[in-house]
């Protein structure tokens, strides 16, 4: 991930604290290594659905800090937009799923297709943001995975390739963690000592989403932070190199205009990989479903139906092709 992201756009705030749940801490988090973990999930029905479909659903997978929470409301405009079941789910080490090691890209891939198994789900169109779009794509790439199990792949705002990710990460994972074993009691007070250092009130608000009381007193974070601290470096990793593995199916990567995460450095390289790409931007941020959340139903909308992705969309990677003198950062 190169450059500083634009993580966290203003407009995102209240959705966030609407989404985030406060639900205590009971100690019942497990450890895990070495095998996949069920992870936890919301459905969203279709509308008028009296049974569950098994093929065809939309599977979301959110970002480092995030929580199938922050997807609530846009889950359920996208089934009521799509016709079809939409599941958000808690990566490991995220929201309400098990703390497991490791914290890289191909485990958290196997809980993602160990997830699909216990549903029994089949031609499933698998959506993920930023950590959660390296996750979809590095499930999609995988060699052994069976031909009905995907359909469609739509990846937001990351791209695939490896790079250095940025020391501000850490540097939450070290206020978080003085919050933890600070003795602090309030959100508000979490919010002052985090504010000495991070000071835009959205970031904070954002991962404060993850705070909860400590079973006795004090405050602790949903997230293991230990873990992450250890696993952060491997945020920017990416397990396959380009021309090793490829998927053939529709792919639809969306790119935030004011954010650098997509650049026309590594659209080359998601060519190498997905060879059925369609590039789309919108003029947001990092946060794209968020920050524009009309467009980006649209987008996932249209191309999931095949029809054409609007007036309010570019095709970044038509522009590339055409005149190499792209737009991107």
Do not use: C
């Amino acid at each position: 991930m190169n450059g500083r992201p634009a993580l966290f756009s203003t407009v995102i705030q209240k959705e966030m604290l609407r989404n985030a749940t406060r639900r205590p801490l009971l100690g019942y988090y497990r450890t895990l290594s070495s095998r996949a973990v069920s992870l936890a999930f919301e459905k969203y029905p279709a509308p008028g659905s009296l049974s569950s479909e098994k093929e065809g659903a939309l599977v979301i997978l959110h970002g480092l800090f995030g929580s199938k929470q922050n997807w609530r409301s846009l889950s359920k405009l996208l089934a009521q937009r799509l016709g079809t079941d939409v599941w958000a789910l808690d990566l490991r080490n995220h929201g309400t799923s098990p703390h497991a090691e490791p914290m890289d890209y191909r485990s958290m891939a196997d809980d993602v297709h160990h997830f699909l198994d216990q549903q029994e789900l089949k031609r499933v169109v698998l959506l993920g943001h930023s950590m959660g779009g390296k996750v979809a794509m590095t499930l999609a790439l995988t060699p052994s995975l069976q031909d009905d199990v995907l359909s469609q792949l739509i990846v937001e705002d990351t791209a695939p390739g490896r790079g250095s990710i940025s020391e501000e990460f850490l540097h939450y994972v070290d206020v978080m963690s003085e919050i933890e074993t600070g003795g602090f009691k309030t959100r508000k007070e979490a919010d002052g000592h985090l504010a000495k250092t991070v000071p835009d009130p959205t970031i904070r608000s954002f991962l404060l989403t993850n705070l909860l009381p400590a079973s006795g007193s004090g405050l602790k974070f949903r997230v293991p932070l230990d873990i992450i601290r250890n696993y952060i470096g491997h945020i920017g990793d990416f397990p396959y190199a380009p021309h090793e593995t490829t998927f053939a199916k529709q792919t639809l990567l969306i790119k935030g205009v004011k954010s650098s995460y997509v650049n026309r450095h590594n659209i080359p390289t998601a060519e190498a990989f997905f060879s059925d790409l369609k590039v789309q931007a919108l003029d947001t941020g990092h946060w794209v479903h968020a920050e524009e959340p009309r467009g980006f139903v649209d987008l996932v909308a249209n191309f999931t139906s095949q029809q054409d992705l609007g007036p309010d969309a570019r095709d970044e990677r038509s522009l590339w092709h055409r005149t190499r003198k792209i737009t991107l950062k």
